[in-house]
C-alpha cells in the first residue's frame, strides 16, 4: 500500500489536467462569443488609424485619437483640418462603426437567447465553489440530507449541496445553501463541489449504488478525504467500507440506537441534546504520523503537557489505534497516530489545538 503522501501526490497529478482543462473551458465560455465584435471593431480602429496615416501624414497617436473620437461618436473636432481623403476615411470610419455596433447589438441579444448570461452566472457560482476551504460536500438533500444540512448550518460550517431535483434544490436554495445541481456520481461535479479543498463529504443519497459511485470517485480523486456515507443494508455497509468510506451510518440502526438509549440512558441522551444547543462542542484531533512533527511534545504525558490546565478544554478520550483510552489519566503518553477527543467552547478548543501545534495532521467536529 502506498504511503498517504505519494497517494495524495498521485492524486493531484491526475486532477491537475483536469483543472487546467476546466479553467481552458471557462475562459473559453466567456470570450468565444465576444471575438468577431471585437476584432471587427480592431480592423475598424486599425484601418482607420492607416487612412489618417497615408491621407494626412500625422502621427500614430493624432491618428488613433481621431479615430477614438469619431468612433464613439464623442466629437471633439479634428485634430487637424482634413483633406477631401482623409473626410472619405472618417466617412468610412463612422460606417464601419455602425456596421460593429450593429454587430454588438445582434450579438448581446442573441447571447441572451441562447442563455449566454445564465451560463456565466453559473461559472461565477462554481468559481466561487472553488474558492471554499474547510467546507463539507453534502450528496443528497432528501429527509435525511436536510436533517444533516440543517445541523451543519447551525454549526456554521460552510456548506455545498449536490441535487439533481429541481423541487430539493429550489428547498436547499431557499435555506440559504449553496446548491449544484449535478449528478454527484460524476467526478467533475465532486471537482465543482470543491473536493480538493473539502473538510468531509457526506454521501446521503437514497440509494445504496449511487452512494458507492459517491465514494470510489471520492476516494480516487482525494485519497485522504474524509467520507461519511449512508447504507441502508448491512451488506452495502460493508461494500461501502471496502470502497474507502470513513465511516458508514445506517439510518435504521441509528434511529433504533437512539431510541434504545432514550429508554436506557435518557440523561446521556439528555446531555447530547443539551452540548447541541450550547456554545460547547467535541472534536477530534488527530495526530500526525511523522514523529518528527510531534518532537515537542512525543513522550511527554498529559500532565506534563498540562493541556487541560492551559486551554480549558477536557480530554473525554484517546484512540491509540484500536484501543480506547477512556478518561485518560495525567500519566498518559502522546505518540504519533493518536487520536484525541476533545470537549470544550470554541475558545477553549481554539487554545488547545495552539498547545498542540504542528503536532495536529487534522481536526473533525462530532458534536455541537
Known amino acids: 500500500m502506498k504511503p498517504r503522501s505519494l497517494l495524495r501526490w498521485d492524486s493531484e497529478a491526475r486532477m491537475a489536467p483536469r483543472r487546467r482543462w476546466r479553467r481552458q473551458r471557462s475562459l473559453l465560455t466567456i470570450t468565444a462569443p465576444w471575438q468577431g465584435p471585437v476584432m471587427a471593431l480592431m ?217 434504545a438509549a432514550s429508554a436506557l440512558r435518557p440523561l446521556a441522551l439528555n446531555f447530547m441534546e443539551l452540548l447541541a444547543g450550547s456554545d460547547y462542542e467535541i472534536e477530534e484531533f488527530q495526530l500526525s504520523h511523522d514523529p518528527r512533527r510531534l518532537r515537542r511534545i512525543q513522550g511527554l504525558s498529559l500532565a506534563q503537557l498540562e493541556l487541560g490546565k492551559r486551554s480549558g478544554a477536557l480530554i473525554l478520550a484517546i484512540r491509540d489505534r484500536q484501543r480506547l483510552i477512556a478518561n485518560p489519566g495525567g500519566d498518559t503518553l502522546l505518540a504519533p497516530g493518536q487520536l484525541l477527543i476533545v470537549l470544550g467552547s470554541k475558545g477553549q478548543l481554539r487554545q488547545f489545538l495552539t498547545q498542540l501545534g504542528d503536532a495536529v495532521d487534522g481536526i473533525e467536529t462530532m458534536t455541537s
Open 43 to 259: 480592423a475598424v480602429v486599425l484601418a482607420g488609424a492607416c487612412g489618417y496615416r497615408l491621407t494626412e501624414g500625422w502621427d500614430w497617436g493624432d491618428c488613433f485619437w481621431m479615430v477614438l473620437i469619431t468612433v464613439s461618436t464623442i466629437g471633439y473636432g479634428e485634430v487637424e483640418p482634413l483633406t477631401p481623403e482623409g473626410r472619405l476615411v472618417t466617412v468610412l470610419i463612422v460606417v464601419g462603426g455602425v456596421i460593429v455596433v450593429q454587430l454588438i447589438i445582434q450579438r448581446v441579444l442573441g447571447l441572451t437567447e441562447s442563455g449566454y448570461f445564465r451560463q456565466l452566472r453559473e461559472l461565477r457560482f462554481q468559481q466561487s465553489l472553488q474558492r471554499m476551504k474547510h467546507h463539507v460536500i453534502l450528496c443528497g438533500y432528501g429527509r435525511i440530507g436536510q436533517e444533516i444540512a440543517a445541523q451543519l448550518q447551525q454549526d456554521q460550517v460552510p456548506l455545498v449541496v449536490i441535487e439533481t431535483d429541481p423541487n430539493r434544490q429550489a428547498i436547499a436554495s431557499s435555506a440559504g445553501l449553496q446548491v449544484l445541481q449535478a449528478d454527484a456520481t460524476v467526478d467533475e461535479t465532486l471537482l465543482d463541489a470543491g473536493l480538493e479543498h473539502c473538510r468531509s463529504l457526506v454521501a446521503a443519497l437514497p440509494g445504496d449504488a449511487a452512494n458507492l459511485y459517491v465514494v470510489l470517485s471520492a476516494r480516487g480523486l482525494k485519497p485522504d478525504c474524509r467520507l461519511i456515507a449512508r447504507a441502508n443494508s448491512d451488506e452495502a455497509a460493508a461494500k461501502l467500507r471496502l470502497a474507502g468510506a470513513s465511516v458508514v451510518v445506517s439510518p435504521y440502526v441509528a434511529g433504533g440506537r437512539v431510541m
